[in-house]
């Protein structure tokens, strides 16, 4: 799960990591009166949105009046922003952060993640901050520094010093630094963060370091024994039919093609994707019904699938095991009774129950195409498809 920024730095300041003075606005009249709490002449304008590289594409402004403060919090609340973390209809600008300007005098990245190679969490700094630390990684991978922490010591004060160092810090930086890596270190064990990001940590006057920009993921496994975080969500931010399918425990991702699919098990939907790509075809969606489900379950996923304008096929293949193939062929009956479905539906059943299923299906007089095998499913569904206006 992700959170804006001012949220982030909201947990910043709850867990000792310094952060700049700024305040939150929807509208021109609290984004005024935040700047003049504020003081100073300049401010920052950012637009919260759940995407990096927003100062690339307008999404955070350097203002120095009033005037202007308001201006550019109403070109920003109520539009998208695109950027390269977005798809090309962007995120809806809801609010705005403002927040007092400094004169910086390094920038540095600092992050901490989870490292499955070693079992462990990583902090990662370079003192090439505000970049993305991608192309850092690829131009000079040598201004980069991995650090692992043993979940059995935690974080040592000799690795906050190496890492002091590696930035070039001054010795009077070195406890200060010290703070914020402790900071985010027992932020992202009290609550099962997945990665907390700051870029740029800067340096201002009087040797000070400021977490500039702030992004936190977490654990959506964990979310549930959070309710501090999960209040944090802002569904506004996601996909829309993502949140749907949340709400009946499905497993669902939006694609951009135009073969709806539904399928019991991730490996079983991942071949099922690669087999109507081999055939030419494009997968809408990634959906896992699961093991466990049941008809009214199934019913909602496949509401769900054809609700979207852009689906030409639908393809359900299921292998039942614990999931029962006459359940799926219910759920797909009850789901075409309540909606009207003018588009092709090939459905392929397999393993527990699958004849009694099948019998649903032909019983049913609906135009539904039985496939034999998962082959032959996925080359009949491309071909329809393609047949549909």
């Known amino acids: 799960m992700n959170i804006h920024e001012y949220q982030a730095k909201e947990l910043f300041q709850n867990f000792g990591i310094a952060i700049p003075d700024g305040q939150l606005a929807t509208s021109t009249t609290t984004a005024i009166a935040a700047a003049e709490a504020l003081g100073g002449q300049q401010w920052v304008v950012k637009a919260q949105v759940h995407a990096g590289g927003r100062g690339k594409v307008g999404g955070v402004k350097l203002v120095d009046s009033l005037d202007a403060v308001a201006n550019i919090t109403a070109e920003m609340l109520g539009t998208r922003l695109v950027t390269k973390q977005t798809d090309a209809e962007g995120l809806p600008i809801n609010s705005v ?7 910086l005098k390094r920038e540095f990245y600092l992050s901490i993640i989870l490292d499955r190679a070693t079992e462990s969490v990583m902090f990662i700094a370079s003192s090439e901050g505000g970049m993305d630390i991608e192309a850092v990684a690829e131009a000079t991978p040598e201004k980069i520094l991995t650090l692992s922490i043993h979940p059995a010591t935690g974080l040592q004060a000799h690795q906050c010093r190496e890492v002091g160092f590696n930035l070039g ?14 900071g985010m270190y027992a932020l992202m064990l009290a609550k099962d963060a997945s990665q907390i990001e ?9 040797e000070v370091l400021l977490a500039i920009d702030a992004k936190i993921n ?3 496994n964990a979310v549930a024994v959070h309710p501090e975080i999960l209040a944090y969500k802002d569904p506004s931010q996601e996909d829309a039919k993502e949140n749907e399918a949340a709400q009946f425990d499905l497993n669902y991702i939006t694609l951009s093609g135009d ?14 994707m690669d ?11 990634f959906l896992d019904v699961g093991g466990g489900t049941n008809t009214e379950k199934v019913t909602e996923a496949f509401k769900l699938i054809v609700s979207d304008s852009n689906i030409k096929a639908v393809l359900v293949n299921i292998f039942g095991g614990i999931v029962k193939c006459d359940v799926i062929a219910a759920g797909i009956l009850a789901a075409v009774a309540q909606i009207e479905i003018n588009i092709p539906i090939v459905v392929r059943l397999e393993g527990t129950n699958a004849e009694a299923g099948r019998k649903l299906l032909s019983e ?20 329809l498809a393609e047949n549909v206006a």
């Open 198 to 206: 700051i870029n740029p940590l800067v340096e201002i006057e009087d």
């Open 259 to 272: 073969i709806g699919c539904m399928v019991n098990g991730a490996g079983l939907a991942m071949a099922t």
């Open 364 to 383: 049913s007089n609906m135009a539904i195409i039985a496939a034999d095998d998962l082959a032959t499913a996925a080359e009949q569904v491309v071909k």
């Open 97 to 103: 952060l403002i927040e007092k300007t400094y004169t």
């Open 169 to 182: 810090l001054s010795k009077a930086q070195m406890p200060k630094l010290a703070k914020i890596m402790q």
């Open 218 to 220: 977490f654990d959506d």
């Open 275 to 285: 087999l109507i790509k081999l055939n030419g075809g494009f997968p809408a969606n």
